[in-house]
């Protein structure tokens, strides 16, 4: 049987724009979502897959979490569409203990953290620069709004911020070529790369956006994912620039509630603040009117962080830690350069130091080097063209965060003290051992495979 495209839509850019910049002229659906759709698909039709293509952190429901769904369940009215007090002092209070002292006047709750961005960039005037590689929905948001987005190399030390030198260099072109850079994103801790910018970096970083009058947009959506937090320093750019950064966050990589929906955003003090502020919740007016009530319950149980939650953090922290950790061991031990990983559930091999081999084997891009992968072995990847990243690079993204199995086998995880051990996570990544050996030919080295798996 012929096996279907990687992507369902071929997509050399996100979106393909008409000769005026006047809206979208071809949509394409998210490739991520697509993949995940498509892994269903063939999984349904009796094919064993190994999934890494999508970044949802899959993880038990707390009981807590639960609890306070079913409390909720009763408030069918909408509410104020910037969320309900007791929700917003709950996310004030979550930034709070972060070190950034935040009122509840400053905060919206979405249904995800997705349409806020949106939001913000049908807001915030100007085009927008982007570290590269980055998230595949930044540059399609940018679109939908009629921006153009100005993609910036990430450093070799991590990726989710632009290098600075790098940064400045593509401020100056990109307005010789008549754009209006204004906003830019970052992401910490990083996706697709797995890592987090160092303080001095993003110091660095958010000097320039100062000098250049950028808005910078942190989205801080892996924040309690940094897999060493005693030992890896996080510095927001909100401690650095907080009259010109908005952060968002929300629930669905802390813990596992992707489908639920729930996410916020920060605004600045002030009255740059209150006018950012302003506009996302008249955009939310007209698009989602308000965050449904049982989940501003949940956001409201959740931010506070009771004990339970508390607990849950650290171990999920540990279990996403412990399992890219070994997904990089192999993508070395077959060849690969990559960045370690030591924030969220990802990591982005660079084959690059094989593209002879590979060639020989018809893989000579990110988007055959993907295809290689799934025909080949069953193993999905985010090919990096998808996600800015230069298209004749051999670079994926890979999410480990769903190696982890269905409901109990993710208990199982979370208690394990070496979850990487256990059979069904060791024979998941054997098999990417496998497959990352098979792209030249090669069989998997046996210090790459785990031992319950060899």
């Not at 759709?37 to 979490?65: D, I, T, Y």
């Not at 950034?100 to 100007?126: C, E, F, N, Y």
């Not at 171990?315 to 990559?338: K, P």
């Not at 030591?342 to 000579?364: H, I, K, M, S």
Request: glycine residues 8%; contains cysteine; proline residues 10%.
């Amino acid at each position: 049987m012929t096996s279907p495209p990687l992507s369902p839509t071929p997509r050399v850019t996100p979106y393909e724009r008409d000769a005026h910049g006047a809206g979208p002229a071809e949509l394409a659906p998210s490739p991520n979502l697509a993949l995940d759709q498509l892994v269903r698909e063939r999984r349904a039709a009796g094919e064993s897959l190994v999934h890494l293509a999508f970044g949802e952190a899959r993880l038990p429901l707390l009981p807590g979490v639960a609890d306070a769904l079913a409390a909720g369940a009763r408030r069918t009215d909408y509410g104020p569409v910037a969320g309900r007090e007791h929700a917003r002092e709950a996310v004030a209070g979550y930034f709070a203990r972060r070190g950034l002292p935040t009122d509840a006047d400053r905060i919206v709750l979405a249904p995800g953290s997705k349409p806020l961005l949106m939001a913000l960039q049908l807001t915030l005037p100007g085009d927008v620069v982007l570290p590269a590689p980055a998230w595949n929905t930044y540059a399609p948001q940018a679109a939908l709004a009629g921006k153009r987005a100005v993609g910036v190399p990430v450093p070799a030390s991590c990726g989710g911020v632009p290098d600075p030198a790098a940064l400045r260099t593509a401020l100056r072109r990109a307005r010789a070529d008549g754009l209006r850079p204004r906003l830019m994103v970052l992401t910490l801790p990083d996706n697709p790369t797995g890592t987090l910018a160092p303080p001095d970096l993003v110091r660095d970083v958010c000097d320039i956006a100062r000098s250049e009058d950028l808005v910078i947009v942190s989205d801080e959506i892996y924040r309690d994912v940094v897999h060493d937090a005693a030992a890896i320093p996080f510095l927001s750019p909100a401690d650095v620039a907080p009259d010109r950064t908005v952060v968002t966050t929300g629930l669905s990589k802390s813990l596992g509630l992707g489908g639920w929906r729930i996410g916020a955003a920060r605004f600045p003090p002030g009255e740059s603040g209150r006018r950012m502020r302003n506009g996302v919740v008249a955009v939310a007016s007209e698009l989602w009117s308000a965050l449904s009530g049982p989940m501003q319950d949940v956001a409201a149980y959740a931010f506070a962080e009771p004990p339970e939650v508390v607990e849950r953090l650290r171990d999920a922290t540990r279990l996403h830690g412990a399992v890219a950790r070994a997904v990089h061991r192999i993508a070395l031990g077959s060849g690969a350069l990559c960045r370690p990983p030591t924030g969220a559930f990802y990591v982005y091999p660079d084959f690059g130091p094989l593209r002879r081999e590979l060639a020989d084997r018809g893989v000579t891009d990110s988007a055959s080097l993907a295809r290689r992968l799934l025909e080949e072995s069953g193993v999905v990847v985010l090919g990096g063209h998808l996600l800015g990243d230069d298209p004749r690079a051999l670079r994926f993204k890979a999410a480990t965060s769903l190696l982890y199995g269905d409901d109990e086998e993710q208990r199982e995880a979370l208690a394990a003290a070496d979850p990487v051990r256990l059979p069904h996570i060791a024979g998941r990544l054997a098999r990417i051992a496998t497959a990352f050996a098979r792209l030249t030919g090669r069989q998997a080295p046996a210090h790459d495979v785990p031992e319950t798996a060899r």
